[in-house]
């Protein structure tokens, strides 16, 4: 299932499951064109092919190729290394952010997914891409750090998620 629209960012959905492939393309179709994979050696074809994807939000957990094969290979690919990718995921598990982080996501959206915050980190996102792409440095709260301090991580305070906890 796709819809490609040259004059909207592009947005690759990976997830095995039809269900939260679907609610995730309900909460952005309005906004961007979307490819959809339901598998990772899919999401590689896709990401690879014209026109690229402008961002990926890949679950983490699935049959298969997982979201962190996903996410090696297309890092070790100079044709989608640029590419940023958000982790859509359940896990929550001590450690899974910081193995994401270490292999290069650039971020990590909690499921159920809220719609706000979906927005407004795709958005946060792209933005951050134009300026990369334009070669400029991000305006003052177009971060990341602004996005997350929206609201707290799910498992940690946000304090501790940023590598500050115990510090005052």
Do not use: W
């Amino acid at each position: 299932m796709m819809t490609v629209s040259a004059d909207r960012p592009r947005i690759l959905i990976v997830d095995d499951l039809h269900e939260n492939l679907h609610t995730l393309m309900q909460i952005l179709r309005e906004d961007y064109a979307i490819l959809a994979a339901t598998s990772g050696e899919k999401a590689l074809r896709l990401a690879r092919g014209e026109p690229q994807p402008d961002l990926i939000l890949l679950d983490v957990k699935m049959p298969g190729m997982d979201g962190y094969s996903v996410l090696a290979q297309l890092k070790a690919d100079p044709a989608t290394a640029a590419i940023p990718v958000i982790f859509v995921t359940a896990l929550s598990a001590p450690g899974e952010e910081a193995r994401g982080l270490r292999l290069g996501v650039t971020d990590f959206i909690v499921k159920p997914v809220d719609p706000e915050l979906l927005h407004r980190r795709v958005q946060t996102h792209l933005e951050l891409l134009r300026y990369r792409r334009a070669g400029q440095a991000p305006l003052a709260g177009a971060s990341r750090s602004v996005d997350r301090a929206a609201q707290p991580h799910p498992v940690r305070g946000a304090a501790e998620a940023c590598g500050h906890a115990g510090r005052a």
